[in-house]
């Protein structure tokens, strides 16, 4: 499976974007999706994550009520709105998934640690101005 990440840029403090992920296969239909981000001279972080149908989603503290993740089977694509933006979101961000997260029902704090992933996209650019 391959991941490419997109939607990253510029924007002002309080400003949205809207990142994208579209999987390579089908398969990732099946498969529950985390985000991640990485911001310089820090350790990559977990953001969000959304289960294989869309029924079940699990945020950091961080970004809880400000971001929202989804996805469309359709165009086998998970988002991640980001609203409110702060410049502590700056960051590289990234998307990853994995065959053992096929078919869960829920995503939870496991969902949160890098270990959980075996594919990972190649990032996306976004920094926040105050």
């Known amino acids: 499976v391959q991941l490419q990440a997109s939607g990253g840029g510029l924007v002002q403090a309080g400003g949205s974007l809207r990142l994208s992920c579209v999987a390579s296969?089908?398969?990732?239909?099946?498969?529950?999706m985390g985000w991640f981000r990485q911001a310089p001279g820090k350790e990559r972080e977990f953001v969000a994550a959304?289960?294989?149908?869309?029924?079940?989603?699990y945020y950091s503290d961080s970004v809880k009520g400000r971001f929202t993740i989804s996805r469309d089977s359709v165009k086998n694509t998970v988002y991640l709105q980001m609203n409110s933006l702060k410049p502590e979101d700056t960051a590289l961000y990234y998307c990853?998934?994995?065959?053992?997260?096929?078919?869960?029902?829920?995503?939870?704090?496991?969902?949160?640690?890098?270990?959980?992933?075996?594919?990972w996209g190649q990032g996306t650019q976004v920094t926040v101005s105050s």
């Open positions: 959304i289960n294989w149908n869309g029924g079940s989603t």
């Open positions: 296969e089908r398969t990732f239909t099946t498969y529950s």
């Open positions: 990853a998934t994995g065959p053992a997260k096929r078919f869960q029902v829920t995503v939870g704090d496991r969902e949160s640690r890098e270990n959980e992933y075996d594919y």
